[in-house]
């Protein structure tokens, strides 16, 4: 009986939202680079750029687009357990007119430490009231930059997850309808199940290393 009401579902949310968004849509967190690297004998320090990237393909059409924007983004970045050669000193969000809008503001949950930080912006707007906040032409929208200190002779991963652990605390959500893109399985609301494949799902992450001379 669960099975069939959950193919129920799923028919009833893919023919109420056709418009919106098809399974090969899919959202992750990504770095400029996927590997930063430099040769040093020195302490090195890398800037890394943080983004959401919504990838379309296929028929799909872009969900951002067609909902007014991104209204708010966050992410975790964890230094991976026993790679200890870098540390993440510092960290600020796109905030201001050419970022997340005029009315935009650093989310009060970041945290910053060594091993682990959260980035958060909120663009100020109420659901409708959209600042534009769209994807560039590879599908990117800037969320912030990390300043990473690494060691010579270090290897050092960084890992993309969820800013909020909580399914009912939405970071990560479009302008209009509040589509919460850390969220595959959206059955238990009202704007669709499963209709991409959700940030918070992708196996993210970047590196950085520095090579002694």
Known sequence: MRRLSALFLA????????????????YQYVAELPAYKKV???????????YLQEVVTGKSLS???????LNAAGVTVTRKA??????IESSTVNVGPKGFGPASYRLGG???KDSITKLGVHSGMT???????????????FIGTLTIAAQPGSKTTFQFSRYAPDFFTFTCVTE???FDLDVTD????????????????MDSSFTVEVSSK
């Open 186 to 201: 959206q059955s238990a609301m009202t704007s669709g199940a499963g209709i991409y494949t959700a940030a918070a799902s």
């Open 11 to 26: 028919v009833l949310v893919s023919s109420y939202f056709p418009s919106w968004a098809e399974a090969d849509t899919k």
């Open 127 to 141: 659901v409708g009231e959209s600042a534009k906040v769209y994807p560039d032409a590879k599908g990117k929208i």
């Open 40 to 50: 040093s004998d020195q302490p090195v320090k890398f800037v890394v750029k943080v």
């Open 82 to 87: 026993g790679e200890e050669g870098a540390s």
């Open 176 to 178: 209009n309808r509040q």
């Open 63 to 69: 969900l951002l687009k067609k909902d007014g924007g």
């Open 110 to 112: 970041d945290i910053k």
